[in-house]
Structures are given as structure tokens and as C-alpha cells.
């Protein structure tokens, strides 16, 4: 049962626009949500993450929105830049726990 | 500062043959896991540690060994390697101080296939 689930395999999006990752969860007992990036050949690095008691985190060009109500965590990247193509796992960590449990993974494209 | 380190990055067993990942760290991590990525399934959590000498299961544990006797490595061990465990391996650590917030830091990865 995938607790953490990306819908979209891949995305792509011209350079200087917005892109906008999706995930959705289904335990509503997950204390943190984080975003992942994963360039080839390499492992996977933090990118943000948001606690459970906010809605919004931003940092820099990176936004990551919390909606609860909805189990749903969106990361939005403006602008975005051909460095950003990657693969970008959701990640989240249940109550109580020192375990991350990630979704499946997008492959983002950003094109010229 | 190495942060973590894999090795081996490649290996071909044969079914049945053992082996063993090492994973060793230098950034003082209290905890350290182990995960497998394949395509199509994300990253998927095998065993993992939450200090020296301790060690539990993960979400796919079975056909693995794990053990910690030392703060900065955690190995991964297969006993009777299956085809099933073609994978790609990160290891990663998490958690010098305070409160465990997820943040992980991962190896470069070891592919390993099983033939």
C-alpha cells in the first residue's frame, strides 16, 4: 500500500516558468513532508521540507504547500532552470517515528 | 569531509552467491538506513538504525541483514542472493542533534545485479 504517492511520472516545462510538483498522501499521521531532487548517477539530496503545523515553507526559488484537508503537498519552482531537470521525490515521516517513507518519484524536464 | 560513502558502487553476484554493502559516514549521524530504488517503486526503505548496536525493519526487510556495531558504518548483507534484488542501493544518515526531522544525507549509490 504506497502511503506516499507522486501521480505524474515526468514533467516538462520551458525555462523561466513555473513548475509545480504534485503528492499525495494517505496517513494523516505524518509529522514532516520533504522534498527530494536525484540528478543520475547520484544519490538523492534534500531540497525543503514542511512540518505538519504549517501550510507554506519557501526558500528561494522553492515553495512547498501543505493542504491537509486535501492529504495533498505541492512543491513549486519559479523560474525554472534547466539544472532543476531531475527526478524529485516526495518524502514523509509518520508521528513517532524515525522512518521516511518516499512516493515514487517525477522526472522534471526544463527546457530552453 | 567524505560525508557518506558506499562501496562497492557495482557488483554482479549470481543467485545464491552472499555479499555485503558498506556504508560508512564521517558526519557524526546517530541514525543510518538503508534503501533500495527500482524503477517505477521510488525509494524503498530496508532496514535501518537509530544509534550504534540497534537496528530495525523497514518497509521491504525480507532476504536482508543488517548490523551496526560502530556509530559511522552500517552494513547491508545478502545471504543467498535472488534476482528479485537487482537494485540500486543508497544509504543515507540523518540526525546529529535535537529533533529528527527527516532530512537524510545520501551515498552515491551501489548497483548491484543478480544474475
Known amino acids: 500500500d504506497q502511503q506516499v504517492k507522486q501521480n505524474s511520472p515526468s514533467l516538462s516545462v520551458q525555462e523561466g516558468r513555473i513548475s509545480i510538483l504534485n503528492c499525495d498522501y494517505t496517513n494523516s499521521m505524518f509529522d514532516y513532508f520533504l522534498w527530494y531532487k536525484k540528478y543520475p548517477a547520484e544519490g538523492p539530496t534534500f531540497l525543503i521540507s514542511?512540518?505538519?503545523?504549517?501550510d507554506k515553507n519557501e526558500d528561494g526559488r522553492f515553495t512547498v504547500f501543505l493542504n491537509k484537508s486535501a492529504k495533498h503537498l505541492s512543491l513549486h519552482i519559479v523560474p525554472s532552470q534547466p539544472g532543476d531537470s531531475a527526478v524529485y521525490f516526495c518524502a514523509a515521516s509518520p508521528y513517532n517515528t524515525d522512518k521516511l517513507i518516499f512516493g515514487t518519484g517525477t522526472r522534471l524536464q526544463v527546457f530552453p | 569531509n567524505a560525508g557518506v560513502t558506499q562501496t562497492p558502487k557495482f557488483r554482479v553476484l549470481k543467485t545464491g552467491q552472499s555479499m555485503t554493502l558498506l556504508c560508512a559516514q564521517d558526519?557524526?549521524?546517530?541514525?543510518m538506513y538503508w534503501y533500495r530504488q527500482d524503477p517505477g517503486m521510488g525509494l524503498r526503505l530496508i532496514h535501518y538504525s537509530v544509534g550504534e548496536g540497534t537496528t530495525a525493519k523497514g518497509e521491504v526487510p525480507d532476504g536482508y541483514n543488517v548490523s551496526r556495531l560502530k556509530k559511522q558504518n552500517f552494513l547491508l548483507g545478502l545471504e543467498s542472493a535472488a534476482p528479485s534484488q537487482t537494485s540500486v542501493y543508497f544509504c543515507a544518515g540523518g540526525m546529529t542533534s535535537g529533533r529528527y526531522t527527516g532530512e537524510l544525507f545520501f551515498g552515491e549509490g551501489s548497483r548491484l545485479t543478480v544474475l
Open positions: 558526519m557524526n549521524h546517530e541514525y
Open positions: 514542511i512540518s505538519s503545523i504549517k
